[in-house]
């Protein structure tokens, strides 16, 4: 089991930068890849960057490639989503996850229900 608990959203004009972190409990942190989605009212929730578990290997949304960055400290369990260049688009509330399952070389494993445990969410305004 592990419990998730986001934190770092808030309202910050376009162009800006936030820091997401996702504080995890449970001794097996360091054995799960882990994930971060948003999701706007009305809308699914979309993926937005993967770390593997040894942190070897971070997958990202096109959407996002190249402004955000996914970083974890297994020694400290959390993972942290570094945000810059922030657009209003990215408005959404931001959920971070964990996944058991190790990543094929072919599928990076993006789709929601792949992850096992789930934050709260924390939400993320960017103003135009």
């Known amino acids: 089991q592990v419990q998730l608990v986001e934190s770092g959203g808030g309202l910050v004009q376009a162009g800006g930068s936030l820091r997401l972190s996702c504080a995890a409990s449970g001794r097996t942190f360091s054995s799960y890849a882990m994930g971060w989605f948003r999701q706007t009212p009305g809308k699914e929730r979309n993926f937005v960057a993967r770390i593997s578990s040894n942190t070897l290997r971070t997958t990202y949304a096109n959407s996002v490639k190249g402004r955000f960055t996914i970083s974890r400290d297994n020694a400290k369990n959390t993972v942290v989503l570094q945000m810059n260049s922030l657009k209003p688009e990215d408005t959404a509330v931001y959920y971070c996850?964990?996944?058991?399952?190790?990543?094929?070389?072919?599928?990076?494993?993006?789709?929601?229900?792949?992850?096992?445990?789930w934050g709260q969410g924390t939400q993320v305004t960017v103003s135009s």
């Open positions: 996850a964990a996944d058991q399952t190790v990543a094929s070389l072919t599928y990076p494993r993006t789709m929601p229900n792949e992850y096992e445990f």
